[in-house]
C-alpha cells in the first residue's frame, strides 16, 4: 500500500462543475502539501496544510489529522484547471518528502 | 530504470559561506532537470528548471544560482548564504511531464 494515496486518477468535468480530490496518508506527518503542474511545467505550490482548512481564491483545502485525510476543492471549475494535482507530506523524520501519484483533471468548456 | 542522485543529504553551513549542492540522474538522456525548496512553514517553491544543457529558467529572484555543466548534472549554488537558504532541498527531473524527485538535502544556515 502506498503511503499516499491520491483518489481519483483521472478526473474529467465540465466548466463549472464542483471538483474534489481526496489524499489518504498512512504515516505521521509535519505538514500536507497539494502542488499543481501544468501540462510541459514546473510544480507549483498552492497550499501547505497542518490542520484545518485554507482557502485561496476558488481553491479550498482541508485536512483531518485524526482520520489522515485531505481533500482539495475547486469551485466553478474553469478549463484553466485543467492539470496534475499532486498531494504530498513531509518532511518527516527521515527528512523525505512523499509524493502521491497525482490526480489528472481535466475541465471541459 | 532511471535513478536520481543527490548529495549531500544534509548540511550545516555558517552564514556567508558557498554552498553547492549535486544533482544527478542515470538512464535517461536530455531531461527536464528542477530545483525546488521547502523553507521551514512554507510549501514546495520552484527555484530553476533546465531543458537542456547550459539553460537555466530561475522563477524567483534569489541568493542562488543554478548551472547545467552536462546532460544529467544540475548543480545549485550560493556564493554567501543566507540564513534564509535553510530549508529543505529537492531536485527532479522529467522527459514527458511526470517528474522523479530525488531524495533530497536539508540545508541549515547558521
Known amino acids: 500500500k502506498n503511503e499516499v494515496e491520491q483518489s481519483p486518477q483521472n478526473l474529467t468535468a465540465q466548466e463549472g462543475e464542483f471538483i474534489t480530490i481526496n489524499c489518504s496518508y498512512s504515516v505521521g506527518i509535519s505538514a500536507l502539501h497539494w502542488l499543481q503542474q501544468h501540462p510541459g511545467g514546473g510544480i507549483v505550490s498552492l497550499f501547505m496544510l497542518s490542520s484545518g482548512k485554507k482557502k485561496h481564491g476558488r481553491l479550498i483545502a482541508t485536512i483531518n489529522i485524526q482520520e489522515k485525510h485531505s481533500s482539495l476543492h475547486i469551485t466553478a471549475s474553469h478549463p484553466r484547471d485543467s492539470a496534475v494535482y499532486i498531494c504530498?507530506?513531509?518532511?518527516?523524520?527521515?527528512?523525505?518528502?512523499?509524493f502521491g501519484k497525482g490526480t489528472r483533471l481535466h475541465i471541459l468548456p | 530504470s532511471q535513478t536520481i542522485h543527490q548529495w549531500p543529504a544534509t548540511l550545516v553551513q555558517p552564514v556567508g559561506s558557498p554552498l553547492s549542492l549535486e544533482c544527478t540522474v542515470e538512464?535517461?538522456?536530455?531531461?527536464?532537470l528542477y530545483w525546488y525548496r521547502q523553507a521551514a512553514g512554507r510549501g514546495l517553491q520552484l527555484l530553476f528548471y533546465?531543458?537542456?544543457?547550459?539553460?537555466i529558467s530561475s522563477e524567483v529572484p534569489q541568493n542562488l544560482s543554478a548551472s547545467r555543466p552536462q546532460d544529467r548534472q544540475f548543480i545549485l549554488s550560493s556564493k554567501k548564504l543566507l540564513l534564509s537558504d535553510s530549508g529543505f532541498y529537492l531536485c527532479a527531473w522529467s522527459v514527458v511531464v511526470t517528474q522523479y524527485f530525488g531524495p533530497g538535502t536539508r540545508l541549515t544556515v547558521l
Open positions: 533546465s531543458v537542456g544543457i547550459g539553460q
Open positions: 504530498a507530506v513531509g518532511p518527516n523524520r527521515d527528512d523525505k518528502i512523499i
Open positions: 538512464g535517461t538522456s536530455n531531461p527536464n
